[in-house]
């Protein structure tokens, strides 16, 4: 039997500490022809998030068995498949001996390193930026910096095996690598190397002064390459055997490329169990002075794409959580299919009555399950629910969650728009991520974000820019093609805001008050303060009172000067000097139109009088407001 021809193939590995899958694409249409993923549980006698690498390494040689298995149903030549790319979740980190002990993954978000990272803020007089214009970031337990020297000072194996310099760091991405090429290449990408804390931005090295700083020994660490290039070829495997590993990436920046956000100030959000909104600075490295991330965009060549980015911890995930905990009994019957995920469940539930409802009952909700990221960097913050009634309803809270994502999307907008005002403001945000296809929830983002929305009709866009990488480094297509070319640029949604945006405005400031509240449980006066600010320049009361219709205006603007010119025409001489005086001081205080009654009397005709009395009133209440 003849296999059926498709071109050359890159397999995808997307890997998380809660999943891993293996994608294979057909290059020259980028479809998916084949995929399987496995989830991956947490360590069951750890209080935190803990996950064993070794269970991580056996789904991924599971996943691509199953793939090739299928590639071979389908009746595809598996020799066809060119290269690897990789893509994973940042940030999260282990330490292994080269002679075979292993230490679990220490997530993103593990409590147990928050008096650590104090420590270190003590000792630097509580400056949190103290290395923020060498390595773009501040203090927080989320970097892997801070997880290494938790691990060598709570853990003596550790500490023996960095004397014996046999000790190995890495993230996801080095892990795989290292197990995929036969425990030969010990590597990471800068991408993932610029959430450590330990790599210099300019230079892309790691930097001796910050790793004498959390002492942590350079022989330790991997080395560092760029986005698309060879990491090694696969060993061990009798299915992949020699096959090169041609790109590696974070989840984030891969998604930057997945939605074509690959020019200077280009804006790209991607929504999942978390979210991240990055905007593309280009060469340029801008030091945030707004609680933002300067990153590493991507490198697919010599020259190097930065990033300023924020950073949601809790999207996709507060819903599993209401689903599971909050909302059992009631969220199982809106999620008929046990295999559908919260993301998708939603596609069923339709935006427009649900939040006319949350408007009228007030539900606001502060999802903060695992803390507050980038612009905040508050991890011991608790999430918070308020406005319930007796009718309030399973909906309306899973509306006012979806808002609070929305609204937490346009605070870093906001801190994007301060850190970079001297460049061209952007019109326009790209989404993408399994959050996106529900278009209902693009729709209330487009309009409490007051932005319109771009979603490129992609499946996948993280897979996708690991593929397209990959695609890059083996020369199947060059750099500029890849921007150009049809089949790489993918046709787009659009989604503008229906609502003015002092409406939305008024959205955000009771959000902005419900997050006050959180802030104050867990007495953070800094950060009160700063959401005190904000409130002091945008109050409820004014949106409403400044805001409206443009129909109404323009009528009642005509309105006005058809009356004014039929009151000049009546009026002459002298009195016609003071009628347009008084006209003039209505409109401008309460207290000159007090003071000129007395002309007011000198005028004999009655319409006259009204038309004043009615131009008076409405100006009066206009100016006041």
């Given at each position: 039997?003849?296999?059926?021809?498709?071109?050359?193939?890159?397999?995808?590995?997307?890997?998380?500490?809660?999943?891993?899958?293996?994608?294979?694409?057909?290059?020259?249409?980028?479809?998916?022809?084949?995929?399987?993923?496995?989830?991956?549980?947490?360590?069951?006698?750890?209080?935190?998030?803990?996950?064993?690498?070794?269970?991580?390494?056996?789904?991924?040689?599971?996943?691509?068995?199953?793939?090739?298995?299928?590639?071979?149903?389908?009746?595809?030549?598996?020799?066809?498949?060119?290269?690897?790319?990789?893509?994973?979740?940042?940030?999260?980190?282990?330490?292994?001996?080269?002679?075979?002990?292993?230490?679990?993954?220490?997530?993103?978000?593990?409590?147990?390193?928050?008096?650590?990272?104090?420590?270190?803020?003590?000792?630097?007089?509580?400056?949190?930026?103290?290395?923020?214009?060498?390595?773009?970031?501040?203090?927080?337990?989320?970097?892997?910096?801070?997880?290494?020297?938790?691990?060598?000072?709570?853990?003596?194996?550790?500490?023996?095996?960095?004397?014996?310099?046999?000790?190995?760091?890495?993230?996801?991405?080095?892990?795989?690598?290292?197990?995929?090429?036969?425990?030969?290449?010990?590597?990471?990408?800068?991408?993932?190397?610029?959430?450590?804390?330990?790599?210099?931005?300019?230079?892309?090295?790691w930097d001796s002064k910050l790793c004498n700083f959390f002492n942590v020994p350079i022989s330790i660490l991997p080395k560092i390459k760029s986005n698309s290039e060879i990491f090694g070829y696969i060993k061990n495997s009798t299915i992949l055997e020699g096959i090169p590993i041609a790109s590696s990436l974070s989840t984030q920046s891969s998604a930057m490329i997945g939605q074509m956000c690959l020019n200077a100030g280009q804006i790209e959000c991607h929504i999942d169990n978390d979210c991240s909104v990055m905007l593309?600075?280009?060469?340029?490295?801008?030091?945030?002075?707004?609680?933002?991330?300067?990153?590493?965009?991507?490198?697919?060549?010599?020259?190097?794409?930065?990033?300023?980015?924020?950073?949601?911890?809790?999207?996709?995930?507060?819903?599993?959580?209401?689903?599971?905990?909050?909302?059992?009994?009631?969220?199982?019957?809106?999620?008929?299919?046990?295999?559908?995920?919260?993301?998708?469940?939603?596609?069923?539930?339709?935006?427009?009555?649900?939040?006319?409802?949350?408007?009228?009952?007030?539900?606001?909700?502060?999802?903060?399950?695992?803390?507050?990221?980038?612009?905040?960097?508050?991890?011991?913050?608790?999430?918070?629910?308020?406005?319930?009634?007796?009718?309030?309803?399973?909906?309306?809270?899973?509306?006012?969650?979806?808002?609070?994502?929305?609204?937490?999307?346009?605070?870093?907008?906001?801190?994007?728009?301060?850190?970079?005002?001297?460049?061209?403001?952007?019109?326009?945000?790209?989404?993408?991520?399994?959050?996106?296809?529900?278009?209902?929830?693009?729709?209330?983002?487009?309009?409490?974000?007051?932005?319109?929305?771009?979603?490129?009709?992609?499946?996948?866009?993280?897979?996708?820019?690991?593929?397209?990488?990959?695609?890059?480094?083996?020369?199947?297509?060059?750099?500029?093609?890849?921007?150009?070319?049809?089949?790489?640029?993918?046709?787009?949604?659009?989604?503008?805001?229906?609502?003015?945006?002092?409406?939305?405005?008024?959205?955000?400031?009771?959000?902005?008050?419900?997050?006050?509240?959180?802030?104050?449980?867990?007495?953070?006066?800094?950060?009160?303060?700063?959401?005190?600010?904000?409130?002091?320049?945008?109050?409820?009361?004014?949106?409403?009172?400044?805001?409206?219709?443009?129909?109404?205006?323009?009528?009642?603007?005509?309105?006005?000067?058809?009356?004014?010119?039929?009151?000049?025409?009546?009026?002459?001489?002298?009195?016609?000097?003071?009628?347009?005086?008084?006209?003039?001081?209505?409109?401008?205080?309460?207290?000159?139109?007090?003071?000129?009654?007395?002309?007011?009397?000198?005028?004999?005709?009655?319409?006259?009088?009204?038309?004043?009395?009615?131009?008076?009133?409405?100006?009066?209440?206009?100016?006041?407001?």
């Amino acid at each position: 039997m003849t296999a059926k021809k498709f071109g050359k193939l890159i397999g995808v590995i997307e890997v998380s500490i809660s999943q891993c899958k293996f994608l294979i694409y057909a290059l020259k249409n980028s479809e998916i022809l084949t995929e399987h993923e496995i989830k991956i549980n947490k360590v069951d006698n750890s209080d935190e998030e803990e996950y064993d690498p070794v269970e991580l390494w056996n789904a991924v040689q599971e996943v691509i068995d199953v793939v090739i298995g299928n590639l071979k149903i389908l009746e595809i030549d598996t020799n066809d498949i060119c290269a690897i790319g990789i893509t994973n979740q940042r940030e999260t980190s282990l330490l292994w001996d080269k002679k075979g002990e292993v230490f679990n993954f220490l997530c993103w978000a593990d409590q147990r390193l928050i008096p650590l990272k104090n420590s270190i803020l003590r000792s630097t007089r509580n400056k949190q930026n103290y290395l923020r214009n060498i390595c773009g970031l501040p203090f927080d337990i989320c970097f892997s910096a801070i997880k290494i020297k938790w691990l060598i000072e709570n853990n003596k194996a550790v500490r023996d095996s960095i004397r014996k310099k046999e000790c190995f760091f890495g993230n996801l991405d080095s892990w795989i690598i290292w197990n995929l090429t036969g425990k030969k290449e010990h590597v990471t990408d800068v991408s993932n190397a610029s959430r450590t804390l330990l790599m210099n931005l300019e230079t892309l090295n790691w930097d001796s002064k910050l790793c004498n700083f959390f002492n942590v020994p350079i022989s330790i660490l991997p080395k560092i390459k760029s986005n698309s290039e060879i990491f090694g070829y696969i060993k061990n495997s009798t299915i992949l055997e020699g096959i090169p590993i041609a790109s590696s990436l974070s989840t984030q920046s891969s998604a930057m490329i997945g939605q074509m956000c690959l020019n200077a100030g280009q804006i790209e959000c991607h929504i999942d169990n978390d979210c991240s909104v990055m905007l593309n600075t280009g060469e340029e490295i801008i030091h945030s002075e707004n609680g933002l991330l300067t990153t590493v965009g991507f490198q697919l060549g010599p020259k190097i794409c930065y990033a300023l980015e924020g950073f949601i911890g809790n999207s996709c995930s507060s819903f599993d959580w209401l689903k599971n905990t909050i909302l059992p009994s009631e969220s199982n019957n809106n999620f008929s299919d046990d295999n559908i995920s919260p993301v998708s469940s939603f596609i069923g539930m339709r935006n427009e009555n649900c939040f006319k409802k949350v408007r009228e009952e007030e539900v606001v909700f502060v999802s903060a399950n695992k803390g507050l990221c980038a612009p905040n960097f508050l991890f011991q913050a608790k999430g918070f629910l308020s406005g319930i009634s007796i009718n309030t309803t399973t909906q309306q809270i899973f509306t006012a969650a979806k808002e609070s994502i929305c609204f937490q999307t346009k605070s870093i907008l906001d801190s994007i728009r301060k850190d970079c005002k001297t460049w061209p403001s952007f019109n326009k945000l790209v989404v993408g991520g399994e959050f996106s296809e529900n278009v209902d929830f693009l729709q209330l983002l487009a309009d409490l974000c007051w932005i319109p929305i771009e979603r490129p009709q992609i499946s996948a866009p993280v897979p996708l820019g690991a593929m397209l990488s990959a695609a890059i480094t083996m020369k199947c297509i060059s750099l500029e093609d890849f921007k150009t070319t049809s089949t790489c640029v993918p046709p787009i949604d659009s989604f503008n805001p229906t609502i003015n945006s002092d409406m939305s405005d008024e959205r955000y400031v009771k959000w902005l008050s419900a997050f006050k509240t959180s802030l104050c449980v867990n007495e953070e006066k800094k950060r009160v303060d700063e959401v005190n600010t904000l409130l002091e320049t945008k109050t409820a009361q004014q949106f409403i009172m400044n805001s409206l219709p443009g129909c109404l205006y323009l009528f009642t603007s005509y309105v006005i000067y058809v009356l004014s010119q039929e009151l000049m025409n009546n009026i002459y001489g002298k009195k016609n000097e003071q009628s347009f005086s008084l006209f003039v001081s209505l409109s401008s205080s309460a207290v000159e139109r007090s003071n000129n009654e007395a002309i007011m009397e000198n005028l004999k005709n009655s319409k006259e009088k009204a038309i004043l009395r009615l131009l008076s009133t409405f100006l009066w209440k206009k100016t006041n407001y």
